[in-house]
């Protein structure tokens, strides 16, 4: 291709032609062995001599901008004159002049390649970073979260490189991130809606909250009875203690808490005297904050 001057051909590249620019093929440009895709951008003029083609990998686009022409350089039609993607003919000149704005490609296509994809504890953040080597007509990305590993709920966004033939790299911060084992995974999606979703990645997270929300105790102040109530984040195994103001255990209390609303009875509560007490709830990933109580 040249226009001009020689253009040095280049796999797995993004190539611009800009407005006010042509570039003519008078040669058999043959980018398939180059094994990776191509994106081709045209807002100028792509042009062929007869008889003149581009054959390119499976995976490549060629955009067509609403400036952009793809044109025979010389009058007349043949079928030799053309573009390919993938093995299949895109346009050729007996097709007449093809104007923005304008597709072709598709064959043989993700429109993202998955490179890596990984979550790591940053201080008490988790950085979810992942990286791509082609990119085809990619909007954004969503950022998923599970703790089972099952049920992903979204949690943050990032948009694409659009379209991008080299490697890309992206992050996101989990500022908020879940304690004990969390999943996290991509959901990619392309300007006309088509997605794509990544591998889930694990992390476990041991510390910072414990995974509890509000713990209450009602009724308090209290006197044969009271019920812990706490919202959980995830399933997992508890241990609730309840101390005097000199620190010392007056009940130790099993909690096998479920996801959601938990409440429990408290064992033995009428054998504590009057007086003022603390409540804390413990699992793997730490303990809460003491929870001020009144026997009466």
């Keep these: 291709m040249e226009t001009g001057a020689q253009q040095e051909r280049t796999c797995g590249d993004t190539i611009d032609i800009p407005a006010a620019i042509t570039v003519t093929v008078n040669a058999q440009e043959n980018l398939v062995p180059c094994g990776v895709p191509v994106v081709l951008t045209i807002s100028g003029t792509l042009q062929f001599t007869n008889g003149n083609k581009i054959d390119f990998p499976c995976g490549s686009w060629v955009y067509i901008s609403s400036t952009g022409i793809v044109k025979k350089a010389t009058a007349g039609g043949g079928n030799s004159t053309l573009i390919s993607i993938c093995g299949f003919i895109e346009w050729n000149a007996g097709d007449g002049v093809l104007t ?68 890309s790299y ?92 938990n409440t429990f009875a408290i064992e033995k509560i009428a054998n504590l005297t009057k007086g003022v007490y603390t409540l804390t709830i413990s699992n793997i990933a730490g303990t809460s904050r003491p929870y001020g109580l009144i026997k009466k």
């Design 100 to 167: 923005g704005m304008d597709t072709l490609g598709g064959h043989g296509s993700l429109p993202v390649t998955w490179l890596t994809i990984d979550a790591a504890m940053t201080g008490k953040n988790v950085l979810v970073s992942w990286s791509t080597g082609v990119e085809i007509n990619n909007e954004y990305f969503d950022v998923m979260r599970s703790d089972d590993g099952m049920t992903f709920n979204k949690i943050g966004k990032v948009n694409g490189a659009g379209n991008s033939a080299t490697t």
């Design 170 to 261: 992206y992050s996101f911060t989990d500022i908020s991130p879940l304690t004990g084992i969390t999943y996290y995974k991509l959901n990619q999606v392309d300007y006309d809606g088509k997605n794509d979703v990544s591998h889930p990645v694990a992390i476990f997270n041991p510390g910072g909250s414990i995974g509890i929300d509000e713990i209450k105790v009602l009724p308090n102040p209290f006197s044969y009875e009271a019920k812990i109530i706490f919202s959980a984040r995830q399933n997992y195994a508890a241990i609730a203690e309840i101390r005097n103001l000199g620190g010392q255990v007056c009940i130790r209390q099993p909690l096998n808490a479920m996801k959601g609303l």
